[in-house]
């Protein structure tokens, strides 16, 4: 099988992949983050009253020239308003949020008026008619459509859903994702590691990639490199109906790479395996009964490399996020060697530059370094066959955050 192009496999990855149709009812504060599958229509008005906008003295701007004196016969506050109305000569003082009172129209700031005696005060300066008055309805009119469907929720937009009086809002539902890491010598962190063994770690990084991108990790497991063993979680996957099965380890061609023979052997339908790229060539992707297969190699920064380029844009489609591009801009702050005939995807740090990111690589660069993956801002694309390039030269890089 010949090694399928970085941009292709990222298309095919994506064909056809639409947002998972179910949807889930959660609470505002479960909301945030979450994609609107419903439009949010306000069940009220906002404000459902002329409200003070300002502390002072609610009040008939006929009456109120620069040096009269109006007659105080009450007070509104916030949550307790005033039941009576206000005559000509008469004001009621008022706070911030709280019920302009009937026969008012403006509302005289405390800074502008002086209180003479115990319950008369004196203009000092005329407000516009109208002044510091938020009328009923500004905000929005029960009835309206305050987010339409499809709207990713912001913290600003849960405030507005809550304004509109929905405790609850109905939104898609994440994509359920299995992760089985493969291998005989993997352990958990914090468990006993005998002497050929490591610790399972990108097992935890491609969880929380997945949970970052929008999924929901139902199932994190791990299983010897032993077909049945392998088998029995792929079953498990499908018989939780997840949207997308991800295999950490076992893509390569050695002799205990499990992963695609129990794949063939379950009628997967794998639509490529291998990728033009470094690290991540031994990616793997295809399908059966409508659940994707992200097969991911087991080095770990192969497998954070190939689940940020192709694992991550398919949770977030399936999300209903939208796409981001792949690729973003910036310059090269150092010269590059010439490449070979697979994308690498360096890791890089990046600082602010005259104009726009500036890329430096890290110095190791090989596919076991988590301590060099976890400091890296992005993975700088150096383009299959690129002649070498000079400090200052533009490239392309894939954010890491
Ligand atoms: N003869 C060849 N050998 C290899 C090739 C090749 O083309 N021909 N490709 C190499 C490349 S590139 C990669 S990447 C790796 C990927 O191999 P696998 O996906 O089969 O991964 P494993 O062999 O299972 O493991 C590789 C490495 O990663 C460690 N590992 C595995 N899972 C985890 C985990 N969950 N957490 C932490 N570390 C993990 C594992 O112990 C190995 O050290 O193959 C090359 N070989
Ligand atoms: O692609 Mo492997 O991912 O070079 O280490």
């Known amino acids: ?75 509104s506050a916030a949550g307790k308003g005033f039941s009576g109305r206000i005559e000509d000569s008469q004001t009621v003082r008022i706070f911030t949020g709280a019920p302009v ?124 490199d032993d077909e049945a063993a392998i088998d029995a979680v792929f079953d498990q996957a499908l018989g939780a109906k997840a949207d997308i099965f991800v295999t950490i380890g076992g893509a390569s061609v050695g002799d205990h790479d499990l992963v695609g023979k129990v794949f063939a052997e379950k009628g997967v339908d794998l639509d490529f395996w291998k990728v033009a790229m470094r690290p991540g060539k031994p990616f793997m992707a295809g399908a059966r009964d409508g659940m994707r297969i992200a097969g991911l190699p087991g080095n770990p920064a192969s497998s954070m490399v190939a689940a940020t380029l ?23 702050a150092e010269a590059m060697p010439a490449n070979g005939s697979r994308a690498d995807l360096v890791r890089s740090v990046i600082r602010p530059g005259p104009d726009g990111p500036l890329l430096s690589p890290l110095p190791r660069q090989d596919s076991s370094l988590l301590s060099v993956y976890a400091e890296a801002d992005a993975l700088l694309l150096r383009p299959v066959n690129a002649n070498p390039a000079e400090a200052g030269e533009p490239c392309r890089f894939v954010p890491l955050s």
């Open 101 to 224: 009172p009937e026969g008012a129209d403006t509302v005289l700031i405390q800074e502008n008026a002086e209180l003479v005696e115990a319950s008369t005060i004196k203009v000092t300066e005329a407000p516009a008619r109208g002044a510091h008055i938020r009328l009923a309805g500004v905000d929005f009119a029960e009835g309206q459509t305050l987010l339409s469907a499809g709207t990713l929720l912001s913290p600003g937009s849960v405030a507005l859903a809550a304004s509109g009086g929905h405790p609850e809002l109905v939104v898609r539902a994440k994509p359920r994702v299995v992760v089985l890491s493969t291998g005989d010598e993997l352990v958990l962190p914090g468990e006993p590691v005998g002497p050929h063994q490591i610790v399972a770690s990108n097992t935890f990084g491609i969880a929380a990639l997945c949970e970052a991108a929008g999924a929901e990790v139902i199932a994190n497991e791990l299983a010897p």
């Open 1 to 75: 099988m010949s090694l399928m192009p970085l941009e292709e496999a990222y298309r095919r990855v994506l064909a056809g992949a639409e947002p998972v149709p179910r949807t889930e009812r959660v609470g505002l504060r479960q909301a945030s983050g979450r994609v609107l599958a419903e439009a949010v229509i306000a069940q009220r008005t906002q404000p459902g009253f002329n409200a003070s906008a300002m502390d002072g003295y609610a009040i008939k701007a006929a009456n109120a020239e620069a040096g009269s004196y109006l007659n105080v016969i009450g007070e």
């Open 310 to 332: 192709f694992l991550a844009p398919l949770i977030r489609r399936l999300a209903g996020l939208a796409d981001r591009p792949l690729f973003a801009d910036g310059f090269l």
